[in-house]
């Protein structure tokens, strides 16, 4: 019933129905499009809400810090009343902010010193004024980080200010970096500026060469002394060639130090000299050998070393006409280069054997051949020590040589001038006979003097005690370490003070028994001790200016 009253409706008044479809049709093409519009505009909104959280994360991630000054979006009179500040992140733990991402740039003004707290509000007003970039360094209070401050404008592409920012880079270890190596920088100059002084006070020529041993720096003295019309900068001889540029070659083929004498005449003055080229590897690379070298003046050396020769000569001639003493010269290569007739004589050797300059070993070998050496356990051992001496010696050596046939020599080493040793012989043979039968004779005196009862002391002609007995030891008691150290009269008497404290006077004691004694005027004297009677003093002198004392108990 009701579809046939709307179908009745439609065809009484199909253009009503027509017109109500495309109101119908219209409305939805409008909804859907709008819908459309809102999808769109969502999408977009997404993506920009995305691509500011990835600009925001992107700030957030910088090693630097900033703080931002935003201008209001809409157009006012004075806009700088509606700005902004936003503090970061990153600057908040850079200045260690208390108030963190919620400080003010007051907060901020407040980590640095006053005055640098003012140069930044300097800044600050010429970048708000007329947007004037700087970039400065300034150092925080608490902490004492470097920072370089960067402040900056942001406009849009209409025109419009954005905001002023400012960013806090924290260049604490660049700056510690550069004034490290700026010190480094200067110590280096420093010392590039004493090896300069100590290389132009050098008091004689040196010089460096390149790999091609072309000269790359010289020092003040080769300047001085090189020739004013010298092409090359060499030093030349007589003959014009160059004196070590040669030798600088040779060093540098072998890689071996080498040394030349040349002679060079400078102001008309013949001067010798000794030019040395060290090679070496520049730079610790194996493929550049240069060459360093020096020339040193040796004149007033080798007139020395001439000299030296002539007086060694004339040495040479005087210990060959000694007659009591065997002299022999063994140079550096331990072969015999000077003796004298005693020498030949002494070890019954051929002259025509000693010119052939046979060798020490050669020497020894011959001495033992004819039995002139002492017999010892090892010859090869003992030949090797004799040897070893021609490197060893420092000091004149003196020993003695006991020979099988009874002989005594007195040898004497030293080092000779040139190199080698010089040896000295003295047959001391008879001289040890008539010492020993000197001494045998001291001995049986001493003993003779020990067995006297009476005190005995003798001084020699210096003063010093020289002997005492055992009778003196136990007559005055006295300490023998004492007897022994050679006291002089005078304390040898003060030893005897003891003996009188009755004694008012001991110093005039004293002085009256060292005039007896010392002047022999009166040949006995008697002193009267605390313990005994008397003491009977006798002082002479022996026909070698000793003085001989003897004292007897009278009790």
Partial sequence: MTAELLVDMFYAAPELWYGIGLAFLALFCAWFWTLIKLLKARQKNYFLNRDRERYAETLYASKDGYFAFVYPDQKINDPRKTIKERCSRRLAVIMNL?????????????????????????????????????????????????????????????????????????VSFEDNRIDNLESEKNEAFHKISLYEDLINNIPYPIWLR????????????????????????EFVNAAGEPVSKNLAFLAHATNKVKKQSVVLVRNGERRSMEV????????????????AGAMFDVTELDEMKRNLKLNQNAHLE??????????????????????NKSFADMWQLDESWLDQ?????????????????????DFVLFKNEEQKEFSNLIEAKEDMIYRPDGRTIRRIRAAYPTGGVVFAYEDVSDNLATRRAYQALLDVQKETIDNLFDA???????????????????????????????????????????????????????????????????????????????VEVMSGKLSDGSIMITYKNCR
């Fill in 98 to 170: 208390p108030n963190g991402t919620q400080s003010s740039f007051e907060d901020i003004l407040k980590a640095f010193y006053r005055d640098d707290a003012k140069k930044i509000l300097k800044y600050l007003d010429l970048l708000f004024d007329d947007g004037v970039s700087f970039e400065d360094t300034f150092t925080v209070k608490n902490n004492n980080k470097r920072l370089r401050l960067s402040g900056s404008r942001i406009n849009g592409i209409d025109g419009n200010i954005y905001c002023d920012m400012i960013w806090f880079r924290d």
């Fill in 210 to 233: 390149d790999e091609n041993l072309n000269l790359a720096i010289v020092n003040r003295k080769y300047n001085d002394l090189l020739d004013k019309n010298s092409q090359d900068r």
């Fill in 276 to 291: 040395v080229e060290t090679p070496f590897h520049f730079d610790q690379s194996l493929d550049k050998i240069c060459t």
């Fill in 318 to 339: 005087i210990l060959g006409t000694l007659a009591g003493t065997a002299f022999a010269v063994f140079n550096s290569s331990l072969k015999l280069s000077f003796y």
């Fill in 357 to 377: 300059q046979p060798a020490y070993s050669a020497f020894l070998d011959m001495l033992r051949d004819n039995r002139l050496l002492p017999e010892v356990p």
């Fill in 456 to 534: 005995v002391l003798i001084f020699a002609d210096s003063g010093k005690l020289k002997f005492y007995n055992q009778a003196y030891v136990e007559l005055w008691n006295s300490d023998e370490t004492f007897l022994k150290s050679e006291p002089n009269i005078a304390e040898v008497i003060e030893s005897q003070r003891p003996y009188f404290e009755k004694v008012e006077d001991w110093n005039s004691l004293k002085k009256y028994i060292l005039n007896h004694i010392v002047s022999f005027t009166t040949k006995i004297f008697e002193l009267k001790r605390d313990d005994i009677d008397k």
